[in-house]
């Protein structure tokens, strides 16, 4: 298998994870500008908070929003996050040990203090086939 396609499975499978969030291999000259920056509101311990719909991963809040198994809507940290969904893989080949150590996981969903768990976000890790 060549690196791009495991790339493509690793963007496949993290944009999988996050629920939806479309993850584009293509950046046009447009968007390709400097973000603008991006304003979180901070909860009562320095952490920030919010959606991630349409922020660069790097500019991405402590706390993100999502809705929980139990139909909650809440907050995940984002390290944990990134740990469960192969958010932190940083070369083709972690790209690869990670996919084939894929499972489907749980992690807590938080009210917006990143301390009281409310529920779980689930982490499905199906991988599909190319089309």
Do not use: W
Not at 27 to 49: C, H, I, K
Not at 57 to 73: K, M, Q, R, Y
Not at 101 to 130: M, N, S
């Amino acid at each position: 298998m060549n690196v791009r396609k495991i790339l493509r499975r690793a963007a496949l499978l993290i944009a999988a994870c996050l629920g939806g969030l479309v993850l584009s291999s293509s950046v046009s000259a447009t968007s390709a500008r400097q973000p603008e920056p991006v304003a979180f509101l901070t909860n009562d311990f320095g952490q920030t908070y919010g959606s991630i719909a349409g922020v660069p991963a790097h500019l991405e809040p402590d706390l993100i929003a999502a809705v929980g198994t139990n139909g909650s809507e809440g907050y995940v940290l984002k390290n944990e996050l990134d740990l469960a969904s192969g958010g932190n893989v940083g070369t083709p080949a972690e790209a690869l040990v990670f996919m084939e150590q894929a499972r489907d996981t749980v992690i807590p969903l938080y009210e917006v203090d990143g301390r009281t768990q409310i529920g779980v976000f689930e982490i499905q890790r199906t991988i599909g086939t190319d089309h």
